[in-house]
């Protein structure tokens, strides 16, 4: 299976030198799906929030954006959708930056 897995907050955070509970989340899971070797992971950032840390890292546009298309026009992430294409076969959001793809299946943590 191949899993789009978010890590904006994460890499933002591990650039500032500190991880929260949800940085830490996101980096241990991470850690364990990569692993995991049925699985291929490819990392997504949005850029609004931290830069790609790696060559392979998919470029998701900026969450903002197509939050906001999102909500006031009932727009799907295009931009993300695009960048995710036949890539992957689902996307992971460990965080509260959650892409909203039309043709791709999402899991989203949620953290109280």
Do not use: N, W
Not at 89 to 107: A, G, K, N
């Amino acid at each position: 299976m191949k899993i789009a897995f978010g890590t904006s907050v994460l890499r933002k955070q591990q650039k500032a030198g500190r991880l929260d509970g949800i940085g830490r989340y996101a980096e241990e899971l991470l850690r364990a799906l990569v692993a995991t070797p049925q699985l291929t992971i490819r990392e997504f950032v949005h850029e609004d929030l931290a830069q790609s840390p790696a060559p392979r890292t998919i470029a998701a546009g900026p969450f903002g954006t197509q939050a906001l298309g999102t909500l006031l026009l009932k727009r799907p992430f295009a931009r993300s959708e695009r960048a995710f294409g036949d890539s992957v076969d689902i996307v992971h959001s460990p965080d509260h930056f959650i892409p909203c793809p039309q043709h791709i299946p999402v899991v989203a943590t949620i953290h109280d």
